[in-house]
């Protein structure tokens, strides 16, 4: 049995990312963009994915920063195209025109860890079994509602579609991450603590909701809240992946309230730039330092005991 900090798994995504009309090729995936995040901020990571064999310079990439990597080869990685029509990040255009499969209970076996965080692209990625199966090894289990929520509909885009398996599988869910539009779909509410508070009713502990503006957490009690403050807006794909890697990372160690503080600092740096999180802990610091303790009027932002 390996045990890890933190099991981060969802299925390689080759994006082709369409901004101001300009096309350009990045590599993406959740699990690539929370690896990172939480390796870089001193966890111990493993991340469990899917991808084609042509694509194994991810996982080297991921092996050269000490992160561990379990891959299944598949016959094709997941094909995503992202177009975002406006400056609008939470306004945007997917379309998957291929998928890596799904995972099943066995793709977990002999890994244990301090919290599982289950990052994939669309609805049929991750089975409820997967599920079941990660809540039984115990820990935090912590989802991205885009795993869920996401289905693809005619000509392979990637709509947000009706749950049947909804309060089945968030009754086993400690956090849940979802965006502004993903919140709404599920739960027909455009007001974001309203939305939190219907999300929270129907099982999670802790609600992470992110928008354009920052992130918003409930914890079934107390609403907390950061803003982004990135330098340029270059990176918008892997925003919500590197949110709720770096809050989930965080709350290991920290409660809500601090643990929003370097999600929100570790996301606005990650978007200055295409790609995964790849920026000394010194700069969260110092954004920290300059943007957020005054912001939630915390003296110390620094590492605490554990709140589990």
Request: hydrophobic share 40%; glycine share 8%; aromatic share 8%.
């Amino acid at each position: 049995m390996k045990s890890y900090d933190i099991v981060i798994f969802g299925n390689y995504t080759s994006d082709t990312i369409i901004q101001f009309g300009i096309k350009r090729h990045v590599d993406g995936g959740g699990f690539n963009y929370g690896a990172h995040a939480a390796a870089m901020m001193g966890l111990k990571v493993a991340t469990v994915t899917r991808l084609q064999q042509a694509d194994i310079r991810v996982v080297k990439k991921l092996e050269n920063i000490g992160i561990d990597v379990y891959p299944t080869f598949t016959p094709s990685s997941t094909q995503m195209i992202l177009d975002y029509p406006t400056d609008n990040p939470d306004e945007r255009i997917l379309t998957c025109p291929a998928t890596a499969g799904s995972y099943t209970p066995e793709q977990f076996d002999g890994l244990q860890a301090k919290a599982f965080l289950i990052n994939g692209s669309i609805r049929d990625e991750v089975p409820v079994n997967v599920v079941e199966s990660l809540r039984k090894k115990g820990g935090l289990l912590v989802a991205d509602a885009q795993t869920f929520v996401r289905i693809v509909g005619q000509e392979s885009r990637l709509i947000n579609a009706e749950w049947p398996e909804k309060k089945t599988v968030l009754a086993m869910i400690d956090i849940l991450k979802a965006d502004a539009v993903e919140a709404e779909s599920l739960t027909g509410e455009k007001d974001h603590q309203t939305a939190a508070r219907i999300l929270a009713s129907w099982g999670p502990k802790e609600i992470v909701l992110t928008h354009r503006d920052g992130i918003l957490v409930y914890d079934g009690k107390s609403f907390y809240s950061a803003g982004f403050f990135p330098k340029a807006m270059i990176g918008r794909s892997g925003r919500g992946d590197t949110c709720i890697a770096s809050y989930a990372a965080a709350r290991l160690s920290k409660p809500p309230a601090e643990a929003i503080i370097w999600s929100g600092a570790v996301t606005s740096l990650k978007m200055e730039s295409d790609g995964p999180f790849l920026r000394p802990m010194s700069d969260v610091e110092e954004l920290i330092r300059n943007k957020y303790q005054l912001q939630m009027n915390l003296p110390d932002a620094s590492i605490g005991v554990s709140y589990w």
